[in-house]
């Protein structure tokens, strides 16, 4: 299985960029902020810049709200893990 297809298994979509960048699906969700509920959204990125043989890993949260954009570094999944290492494997980066 590609690196592709195990991305698009687990929600993401590759999306044009300069890299290789994968979005996932949004999510609603709401929180507590200050004692009030506050509704919001996010997409998870894992952006790999094949320039520097690097990549990171991020949440973009949204609060319609507030008109604030947050990004967060996120833990990742073993299955997240797998799909990056096979796409590092693919671009020749391990041996």
């Not at 991305?7 to 999510?27: A, C, P, R, W």
């Not at 959204?41 to 990549?55: A, E, G, L, M, P």
């Amino acid at each position: 299985m590609t690196a592709k297809e195990m991305f698009e298994e687990l929600g993401y979509k590759l999306e044009e960029s300069d890299n290789i960048e994968y979005v996932q699906d949004t999510v609603e969700f709401f929180t507590i902020r200050n004692g009030k509920k506050v509704d919001g959204s996010y997409n998870r990125t894992i952006k790999i810049y094949t320039d520097i043989k690097t990549y990171i890993v991020f949440d973009e949260c949204y609060y319609p709200e507030e008109g604030n954009i947050e990004k967060d570094i996120v833990e990742i999944t073993s299955e997240e893990h797998k799909a990056i290492h096979q796409q590092m494997k693919e671009l020749g980066w391990l041996e």
